[in-house]
């Protein structure tokens, strides 16, 4: 049986759990929110992803509770939060800073806001032991804090985070302080916690590999706006602007004006070329200025002539190695740099492209996204 797909967004009956209404936060003369509207589902692993000062941390804070609305609403679970203070939401907050408490071991940190709160102590032991167990801690429970590597600190964060059943769990950052291969392996960890628990996530990173690995969807902001909003691959395949193009992931962009195509459009670019076709493109786009949105694992290289609806001719100025990946960039005859990457099947001997080399580019018609605008 085929398992469905997890998509309350798609269903006009389904109820939000969180709704931004034409929310706007301003700071003295300085829009941080400006006329947000925005659903956000039960059980969803939401991403607000931004450069610095896009208001993705503003947007958190309100949700937290540690700021309110200029204007517009903010409702969970229907229910109009504006004034509720933070202490009084079903929402926990998981700092970057984790903000444990040094002098209590792992055990008592995660115990502390159900002491806070005066349950029983048999509740408070059962719940803190499902916590341990569900962050894999156990035999870490009565350590400090310092007696333990960045992750496990990460962790116990999370467990005293997720020990209330929040309904709504805020992640500022959460990975932000591990090295890489700790915070590639927290990522699993995180999704796992978050399907087993079924608590709601959002979570802000300016890390967009975080953000593609772990969301169900990704919310790209700009100046206080978000610009798109869907699934990661969605976001990447198939960006709707120039700017999240640019911003998501590497990306080789071509300026042109388009004419319209016996199927999608054509790109008319740089003196003495051959317009680039993409049939997977709007006709609308037909005598605009636009730009040609062309993922780098999209382009081959080759020393001989392709047969390929799209082919450049180019030198190679600079290789990156990247173990798995190599990243060519090849200067066009235009003066325009295009990165083609390659996995390494083999060893680096055997390879025969190198700097300096003459070379060809090429891509498939429907490789590319063509976009309004400039760059």
């Known amino acids: 049986m085929a398992q469905s797909v997890f998509a309350p967004w798609e269903d006009s009956q389904q109820k939000p759990l969180i709704e931004f209404v034409n929310v706007t936060k301003r700071f003295g003369d300085f829009t941080a929110i400006d006329n947000l ?4 589902f039960e059980r ?62 792992v055990w008592e940190n995660i115990a502390f806001g159900l002491k806070r709160e005066g349950q029983p102590k048999d509740q408070i032991a059962a719940r803190v032991d499902e ?9 870490f429970a009565r350590r400090k804090p310092h007696q333990i590597s960045g992750g496990q600190r990460q962790r116990v964060a999370l467990a005293r985070s997720l020990a209330k059943a929040p309904k709504l769990l805020l992640l500022d950052e959460p990975l932000g302080a591990l090295d890489k291969k700790l915070r590639h392996e ?16 959002v979570i802000v990173t300016h ?13 790209v902001m700009d100046h206080g706006k978000i610009v798109q909003v869907s699934t990661p691959d969605v976001i990447y395949e198939a960006p709707n602007s120039v700017y999240v193009a640019d911003f998501i992931g590497d990306v080789n962009l071509i300026e042109g004006n388009a004419t319209k195509a016996e199927s999608g459009v054509q790109i008319t670019w740089g003196e003495n070329t051959a317009p680039l076709v993409s049939t997977n493109s709007d006709q609308a786009l037909a005598g605009k200025r636009v730009v040609l949105a062309l993922r780098p694992e999209k382009v081959s290289i080759s020393v001989e002539r392709p047969d390929a609806p799209n082919v450049l001719r180019g030198k190679v100025i600079d290789i990156a ?11 066009l005859e235009t003066g325009t740099m295009v990165k083609a990457q390659i996995a390494n099947t083999r060893r680096v001997s055997r ?22 605008g400039g760059i």
């Open 351 to 372: 390879r025969q492209i190198t700097w300096e080399d003459s070379v060809w580019l090429s891509f498939s018609a429907t490789a590319a996204v063509v976009l309004e």
């Open 44 to 105: 969803e692993f939401f991403a607000l992803l931004g450069p610095s000062g896009c208001g993705k941390t503003t947007m958190m804070r309100m949700l937290g509770g540690f700021e309110t609305p200029t204007e517009g609403k903010i409702l969970l679970a229907g229910q109009d939060i504006g004034n509720v203070p933070p202490n009084k939401r079903a929402v926990n907050m998981m700092f970057q800073s984790y903000a444990l408490f040094p002098h209590l071991s």
């Open 207 to 219: 890390d967009q590999e975080e953000a593609m690995t772990v969301a169900s969807r990704v919310a």
């Open 37 to 40: 509207s925005q659903k956000i």
């Open 131 to 139: 916590m341990l167990r569900l962050t894999r801690l156990e035999k």
């Open 186 to 201: 927290t990522q699993f960890e995180l999704m796992d916690i978050q399907e087993s628990t079924g608590t709601t996530f």
């Open 321 to 331: 190695y990247l173990g798995n990946l190599s990243t060519y960039h090849v200067q």
